[in-house]
């Protein structure tokens, strides 16, 4: 039987999450070889090596070691170490996942090169090309071989931008097989216990889009509407290391003062922070992935965009979209907590076999030598 290489990468954190279920799927397979390229735009122990750990991800076989830069220079040094690994390995195919700066680069050195390059989460979109992940997006899944789409509104974008139908693969949520898995480990009363928490008592935060973050006058207004809601339930809100630099200066210059029911940690671990995500009351985030991991796990998701490109997480599940306007956000936190606010119902392939559908038409591809 003919033996390939596929080349999975990963640059940031929610990379990894997803890339965990396909590399453990692809062992079923002999005849494919993994090899798993880490870029380092994520480098921080909370970010990257706990991930690694927790999610039994193997150590990489190449480091990139890019760090953090502008989006020109990181990607471009993606772009020119990704390439040099191209060059000395052979790889059949190379898998990209989501919407990272990680995932266009690495995605373009493929094309470039004639690999053939596989989009997980391919297709969704925002229509918000303000946000650097939809330009990801848009890029990726114009220049990819194969796209792996997590929910329908991805088959659509797809197809109207003029993408054949024998490219898309409906294949579920991939980000959802890693919570199916981890949620059967973790200890969440010892977590609970950490924070001095209660079941469904609490409000959990995170924020870190640059629309959100990077403005010192955007990020307190946010921050000042969570601490008012943090005098009826506690709130707790693991830092994003962007958003901890404006918030320094906030604190710095005597602009923010928040009450002590609403806590702020560093960044927590993956099974730290999903024992807290599957216990809260509500949770408020800009993040896209959890918009998706509310939604399985029915709890409210107040979501702080305009947009998402994520529908059915408004449409079927938990999220709603409440911008950073405070009395929209007070509004829709009162009929929370009135009890009165909707259910999630379940969604089609949201169900752990993400990653071995994956992985079984990739070996597919693999085998045909077509793609
Ligand atoms: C990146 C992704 C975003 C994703 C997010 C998840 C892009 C364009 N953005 O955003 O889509 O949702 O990751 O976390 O790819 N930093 C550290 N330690 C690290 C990494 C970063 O302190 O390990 C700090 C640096 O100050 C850096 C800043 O965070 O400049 C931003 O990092 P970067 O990777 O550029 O973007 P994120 O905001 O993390």
């Not at 640059?11 to 890339?19: D, E, L, M, S, T």
């Not at 993040?287 to 029915?298: D, F, I, K, V, W």
Request: hydrophobic letters at 35%; a negative charge; aromatic letters at 6%.
């Amino acid at each position: 039987m003919k033996h390939s290489t596929i080349c999975c990468v990963v640059g940031a954190r929610p990379n990894f999450v997803k890339i965990a279920p396909l590399m453990h799927a692809l062992r079923s397979f002999s005849e494919i070889k993994t090899e798993l390229v880490h870029t380092g735009q994520h480098y921080d122990h909370s970010l990257s090596a706990s991930f690694f750990r927790e999610l039994n991800i193997p150590e990489p076989d190449r480091h990139l070691n890019v760090g953090s830069g502008s989006h020109g220079k990181q990607t471009a040094l993606i772009i020119e170490r990704f390439e040099q690994v191209c060059f000395q390995q052979r790889y059949d195919w190379i898998v990209v996942v989501g919407d990272v700066n990680s995932t266009m680069a690495c995605a373009l050195v493929g094309a470039k090169l004639k690999i053939p390059v596989a989009h997980v989460e391919a297709g969704l979109r925002s229509f918000d090309r303000t946000m650097p992940e939809e330009i990801n997006r848009i890029v990726t899944d114009a220049i990819c071989d194969c796209h792996f789409v997590s929910e329908p509104s991805g088959v659509e974008n797809l197809k109207i931008e003029g993408v054949p139908e024998y490219k898309i693969h409906l294949v579920g949520n991939i980000m959802i097989d890693t919570l199916v898995k981890q949620l059967n480990q973790i200890k969440p009363e010892m977590t609970l216990q950490t924070f001095n928490l209660e079941p469904r008592s609490y409000g959990l935060v995170t924020l870190h889009r640059p629309s959100n973050v990077d403005h010192p006058d955007t990020l307190r207004n946010l921050l000042l509407t969570l601490n008012n809601i943090s005098r009826q339930i506690p709130v707790m809100f693991p830092v994003h290391p962007r958003t901890r630099i404006t918030i320094d200066q906030l604190i710095d210059s005597g602009e923010l003062t928040l009450n002590a029911s609403f806590a702020m940690t560093e960044p927590l671990t993956y099974n730290h922070f999903l024992a807290l995500m599957a216990n809260a009351r509500i949770v408020f985030t800009d993040s896209g992935g959890m918009q998706e991991e509310t939604t399985y796990l029915n709890v409210p998701c107040l979501t702080f965009r305009e947009n998402t490109e994520r529908p059915i997480t408004v449409q079927k599940g938990t999220s709603t979209l409440v911008g950073s306007n405070p009395d929209t956000i007070l509004s829709v936190f009162n009929t929370i907590m009135n009890g009165q606010y909707k259910t999630s119902e379940p969604i089609d392939l949201w169900d752990g076999c993400t990653g071995r559908r994956i992985a079984k038409i990739l070996a597919e591809k693999c085998r045909s030598e077509s793609f």
